[in-house]
């Protein structure tokens, strides 16, 4: 019978890891010839509930090879599972004159050669990178939903632990010539960590490498077990309606399906002894929420089903306006409320004039909660009665498609732009744009309506006080 995980003895395992390193990086993908990675420096973040992974990659091209017009970036298909975001840099410059070149960055066709289900992505480079030359690149991507709280249930009093799998070396298509691996925990309470020499710990930091002369593909299994007490905020649904009026306000309402997406709570909930000890019952619960929306608001309200919730605190300034909220209870894992959010805003703010002569509305795309994941968003931009030929600017993908929404006075409905995405951070809170065609005639629609239903009354009115309704007959 062959030996369970808990029976494999340390040596036995190290061996079955370090053949699994080499049976990933036995198989190679076809990236342009020629480049190779000099120096890899990265940086985990697990200090939160969501993971960012910071690459810096000195990239060279042989002198011998073409002029290269692209870098490839690996993702294991867990990563792609839980990617929200990925973006790159060119680093251009030395020390103060340093500057940051953004740049494309998009799946490849390559991905069918990775091995083991491996996922490419292209970093297009805008000026080739010549033969013998080297560049910096910068990488952030941002993963949702990849730490496992471990136990999966826990008590009021109890600390939330979790899992954190990745590997110790950088997985690349290229030879990665020296490399080194941060990971950033946001306690000093690190239960374990997989041990890949040279590793070391100082901390709330552990240390993998510096690693040398490492083959394409290569990959060395790790796993992390911490603390994490973070709020585990998830918004499983969010949906974000904008009204336009073009007699002066943007009016937004935005319904909350928020929930605790850390380890579930188990036993029975004490209110007593989460105010006498609230620094140790309930640590990884949370109570409040802060909602960052654009200066000027007003007319700004907090509801649920029951009706106002009156524990929200707003702070206005020239440059933001910050709302925090608390829920009617404290959320701990596994435990949902619903709420919804509205506020006005001033239209001479966001909405602006083309040189084309169509009208565009802008503005901030993403959630305006911070720290948390929204699984499902969608973004309703209702427009203006008589608006046409719309056309929203996005800067990613999303779903796109129009519907007709009707309002007070409406005719004929208004044109409403829907937008939907899937597992959205904060790094998508980014300008986005609206344009559309509105011929100014339509504001006088409703007003005219409002007249003519007014007039019609005072007509009605006199030619009742002129008619005679009597059956007798007039002397």
């Given at each position: 019978?062959?030996?369970?995980?808990?029976?494999?003895?340390?040596?036995?395992?190290?061996?079955?890891?370090?053949?699994?390193?080499?049976?990933?990086?036995?198989?190679?993908?076809?990236?342009?010839?020629?480049?190779?990675?000099?120096?890899?420096?990265?940086?985990?973040?697990?200090?939160?509930?969501?993971?960012?992974?910071?690459?810096?990659?000195?990239?060279?091209?042989?002198?011998?090879?073409?002029?290269?017009?692209?870098?490839?970036?690996?993702?294991?298909?867990?990563e792609v599972q839980h990617l929200a975001v990925v973006k790159a840099t060119r680093v251009e410059g030395k020390r103060k004159k340093k500057t940051y070149v953004p740049l494309s960055v998009e799946a490849s066709d390559l991905s069918s050669t990775a091995p083991n289900g491996a996922r490419l992505y292209s970093v297009q480079l805008g000026a080739p990178l010549k033969p013998g030359d080297a560049t910096t690149l910068e990488v952030l991507y941002v993963l949702t939903h990849?730490?496992?709280?471990?136990?999966?249930?826990?008590?009021?009093?109890?600390?939330?632990?979790?899992?954190?799998?990745?590997?110790?070396?950088?997985?690349?298509?290229?030879?990665?010539?020296?490399?080194?691996?941060?990971?950033?925990?946001?306690?000093?309470?690190?239960?374990?960590?997989?041990?890949?020499?040279?590793?070391?710990?100082?901390?709330?930091?552990?240390?993998?490498?510096?690693?040398?002369?490492?083959?394409?593909?290569?990959?060395?299994?790790?796993?992390?077990?911490?603390?994490?007490?973070?709020?585990?905020?998830?918004?499983?649904?969010?949906?974000?309606?904008?009204?336009?009026?073009?007699?002066?306000?943007?009016?937004?309402?935005?319904?909350?399906?928020?929930?605790?997406?850390?380890?579930?709570?188990?036993?029975?909930?004490?209110?007593?002894?989460?105010?006498?000890?609230?620094?140790?019952?309930?640590?990884?619960?949370?109570?409040?929420?802060?909602?960052?929306?654009?200066?000027?608001?007003?007319?700004?309200?907090?509801?649920?089903?029951?009706?106002?919730?009156?524990?929200?605190?707003?702070?206005?300034?020239?440059?933001?306006?910050?709302?925090?909220?608390?829920?009617?209870?404290?959320?701990?894992?596994?435990?949902?409320?619903?709420?919804?959010?509205?506020?006005?805003?001033?239209?001479?703010?966001?909405?602006?004039?083309?040189?084309?002569?169509?009208?565009?509305?802008?503005?901030?795309?993403?959630?305006?909660?911070?720290?948390?994941?929204?699984?499902?968003?969608?973004?309703?931009?209702?427009?203006?009665?008589?608006?046409?030929?719309?056309?929203?600017?996005?800067?990613?993908?999303?779903?796109?498609?129009?519907?007709?929404?009707?309002?007070?006075?409406?005719?004929?409905?208004?044109?409403?732009?829907?937008?939907?995405?899937?597992?959205?951070?904060?790094?998508?809170?980014?300008?986005?744009?609206?344009?559309?065609?509105?011929?100014?005639?339509?504001?006088?629609?409703?007003?005219?309506?409002?007249?003519?239903?007014?007039?019609?009354?005072?007509?009605?009115?006199?030619?009742?006080?002129?008619?005679?309704?009597?059956?007798?007959?007039?002397s």
């Open positions: 019978m062959p030996p369970s995980l808990q029976t494999l003895t340390n040596p036995t395992l190290l061996l079955l890891l370090l053949l699994a390193a080499s049976a990933v990086s036995s198989s190679s993908l076809s990236p342009e010839d020629g480049i190779r990675i000099v120096s890899a420096e990265k940086r985990i973040d697990l200090a939160g509930p969501i993971v960012k992974v910071y690459l810096t990659l000195k990239v060279e091209n042989a002198p011998a090879a073409s002029d290269a017009s692209q870098v490839l970036l690996a993702l294991t298909p867990t990849s730490l496992e709280p471990f136990p999966a249930e826990i008590s009021q009093s109890e600390s939330q632990l979790v899992y954190y799998r990745d590997s110790a070396v950088l997985l690349s298509p290229y030879h990665v010539l020296e490399q080194v691996t941060y990971i950033k925990m946001p306690s000093n309470r690190i239960e374990s960590f997989t041990r890949v020499d040279p590793t070391s710990r100082a901390g709330t930091e552990v240390k993998y490498g510096t690693y040398k002369n490492q083959a394409p593909n290569s990959y060395l299994p790790i796993l992390v077990h911490y603390e994490n007490n973070r709020p585990f905020a998830v918004v499983e649904e969010l949906v974000r309606k904008v009204e336009i009026s073009h007699w002066g306000n943007v009016q937004i309402t935005e319904h909350y399906k928020l929930k605790h997406g850390g380890a579930r709570h188990k036993g029975v909930f004490s209110r007593l002894e989460y105010q006498s000890r609230p620094s140790i019952s309930g640590a990884s619960s949370f109570k409040n929420l802060l909602a960052r929306l654009p200066p000027r608001v007003h007319s700004v309200y907090y509801r649920d089903e029951i009706g106002n919730i009156s524990t929200s605190h707003l702070r206005i300034d020239s440059h933001k306006s910050e709302l925090e909220i608390e829920p009617r209870y404290p959320l701990f894992g596994g435990w949902h409320c619903t709420f919804t959010i509205g506020y006005g805003l001033p239209l001479q703010d966001f909405l602006f004039e083309s040189d084309d002569g169509r009208r565009y509305i802008n503005l901030t795309f993403g959630c305006p909660l911070l720290d948390t994941v929204v699984d499902d968003l969608t973004i309703k931009v209702v427009l203006p009665e008589g608006s046409k030929n719309p056309q929203p600017v996005v800067p990613f993908v999303t779903e796109k498609h129009l519907e007709t929404s009707y309002s007070y006075l409406d005719v004929v409905g208004r044109t409403t732009v829907v937008l939907k995405k899937k597992n959205v951070v904060g790094e998508h809170n980014v300008p986005f744009q609206v344009y559309y065609e509105f011929n100014p005639i339509f504001m006088l629609a409703e007003p005219l309506m409002l007249i003519s239903a007014a007039l019609l009354f005072f007509v009605a009115c006199i030619a009742y006080l002129h008619m005679d309704l009597s059956i007798g007959k007039s």
